[in-house]
């Protein structure tokens, strides 16, 4: 299990962009495929991209395609989410997660989890 370490959470306006990171120790960062989920209060979470162990392979919800774009960096032990064309329903705690094996879109598949940010997007 590697540790991760996401940046801080923010308050943007909607229409607007934001990239966050996710810092992971371990020199096996590598083998590990990368996911970025979502939850707000009440609902269960939502995945909302992944990331292959070499970046090569990436899938994205519905909701955010076309939007958002997810990145790593394995000399920098770190995953991106890059977030365009914010709209209020974007807001949530944000989670980004590692698995050791194949990228799947299930939380449950996913080993290590970051400490959640809060991302708000105003109207």
């Known amino acids: 299990q590697v540790q991760l370490v996401q940046s801080g959470g923010g308050l943007v306006q909607a229409g607007t962009s934001l990239r966050r990171s996710c810092a992971a120790s371990?020199?096996?960062?590598?083998?590990?495929?990368m996911g970025w989920f979502r939850q707000a209060p009440g609902k269960e979470r939502e995945f909302v991209a992944a990331i292959s162990w070499g970046g090569g392979s990436t899938y994205y919800a519905d909701s955010v395609k076309g939007r958002f774009t997810i990145s790593r960096d394995n000399a920098k032990n770190t995953v991106y989410l890059q977030m365009n064309r914010l709209i209020p329903e974007d807001t949530s705690v944000y989670y980004c997660a590692a698995q050791r094996g194949v990228f799947t879109t299930t939380p449950a598949s996913y080993d290590c989890w970051g400490q959640g940010t809060q991302v708000t997007v105003s109207s």
């Open positions: 371990g020199r096996t960062f590598s083998n590990y495929a």
